[in-house]
C-alpha cells in the first residue's frame, strides 16, 4: 500500500499538514506515516543530571509520543478516519529523519507544514521544509498555514 509521510511537530501548521495528508489518502487510497522528530535541546545540556535521567528514563520520548497523539487527535478532530494512520517518534534531526522516511520504497508522498518564519529569524532557525524542497526523493507539498495573508 501506498504511504504519505507527514511531519508533524505539534503546530497548527503541522496538524493542517496532516489534515491535508489525510484528505488526499483518502482520495489514493494510500496510508499515513505521521512522524514527530524530537530532539535534545541544546540548552538543556547545561541541565547537568537532569536531562540525563529523564533521557535514561525514556521521559523525553514518552513526551513526544504523547505530542504525536495529541497532534493525531487534533487532525482528526474526533471525525472517524477511513484512513490507516501509523505514528512514530524519531529522535534526531528533522530533515534528516524525514529525508530517510521519505526514502522508503512504499512513499509515494511527503507533506509538511510551512512554519510562516521569514526574514531573520527564519534564516537563523533554518527551514526544514526549505531543505526537503532540496533533497526530498519524492513529491513534496508544503501546506501553507490557513491564516496566511495574501
Request: net charge negative.
Amino acid at each position: 500500500m501506498d504511504t504519505i509521510v507527514v511531519g508533524v511537530d505539534g503546530s497548527e501548521n503541522g496538524r493542517g499538514a496532516l489534515r491535508w495528508a489525510i484528505v488526499n489518502a483518502r482520495a489514493i487510497g494510500a496510508r499515513i506515516r505521521a512522524i514527530y522528530v524530537w530532539d535534545v535541546p541544546l540548552a538543556a545540556y547545561g541541565g547537568g543530571m537532569e536531562v540525563v535521567a529523564a533521557l535514561e528514563n525514556g521521559e523525553l520520548e514518552r513526551a513526544a509520543v504523547a505530542k504525536l497523539e495529541a497532534a493525531v487527535a487534533g487532525a482528526v478532530d474526533g471525525d472517524e478516519v477511513a484512513v490507516e494512520i501509523e505514528r512514530r517518534t524519531v529522535e534526531g534531526n528533522a530533515t534528516r529523519a524525514l529525508l530517510m522516511e521519505a526514502a522508503r520504497e512504499d512513499v509515494v508522498l511527503l507533506v509538511v507544514g510551512s512554519r510562516g518564519r521569514g526574514g531573520f529569524a527564519g534564516l537563523r532557525l533554518g527551514s526544514v521544509s526549505a531543505a526537503l524542497a532540496h533533497h526530498a526523493p519524492c513529491p513534496l507539498v508544503i501546506v501553507p498555514p490557513v491564516d496566511r495573508d495574501a
